[in-house]
């Protein structure tokens, strides 16, 4: 592969503090935040592409893709690290892709669609957003950003929806 690290997986910049994954659009306190989430399984959002049956996290770089794993057991389907031991890829095309779809999470609330935004490890809540300005009358939620609201809550207290959407020509 002639990707580097950061061109891939770690699409991420310094933002107040915060980590950002240009990929998934969520923001992490740190690394270790983004690893709970991952290992959790919490919820998805991104991209991800169908593979040999299974489902793969799926970047790309100069009209390329690539698969990316966390499990070491890949490098026997071909996956290879770059500099960092725990996170292989594997580049594909998209005739070998069984499907491919953008995934984004939401939770409703009193009725109102909420999108996920960040999940907090340390409290164990999970903040949500919307746009709605009804939304204000019917849950207490908290101004954020021009026009917009958020709410944090506990995770365990609102259900996981999403949105899977087919991407790279998988639309049909």
């Not at 910049?13 to 998934?24: A, L």
């Not at 409703?108 to 939304?135: D, Q």
Request: hydrophobic content about 35%; glycine content about 6%; charged content about 30%.
């Amino acid at each position: 592969m002639h990707l580097s690290r950061k061109a891939l997986v770690y699409k991420y910049v310094n933002v107040k503090k915060r980590i950002c994954s240009f990929e998934t659009g969520i923001y992490y306190n740190d690394l270790k935040d983004m690893n709970f989430l991952e290992e959790m399984n919490m919820f998805r959002k991104g991209r991800f592409a169908i593979w040999n049956g299974k489902e793969y996290p799926v970047v790309s770089q100069k009209r390329k893709y690539y698969l990316q794993s966390d499990n070491e057991n890949d490098i026997e389907k071909g996956f290879s690290s770059l500099d960092r031991e725990d996170v292989f890829f594997k580049e594909v095309i998209l005739e070998e892709l069984e499907d491919a779809y953008e995934i984004f999470p939401y939770a409703i609330l009193s009725g109102y669609r909420f999108a996920m935004e960040s999940f907090n490890e340390k409290n164990g809540k999970i903040t949500l957003v919307t746009n709605n300005p009804y939304a204000a009358k019917k849950v207490n939620v908290s101004p954020h950003g021009k026009g917009g609201f958020h709410i944090e809550i506990p995770f365990d207290e609102i259900t996981v929806l999403e949105d899977r959407v087919p991407i790279l020509g998988f639309e049909e």
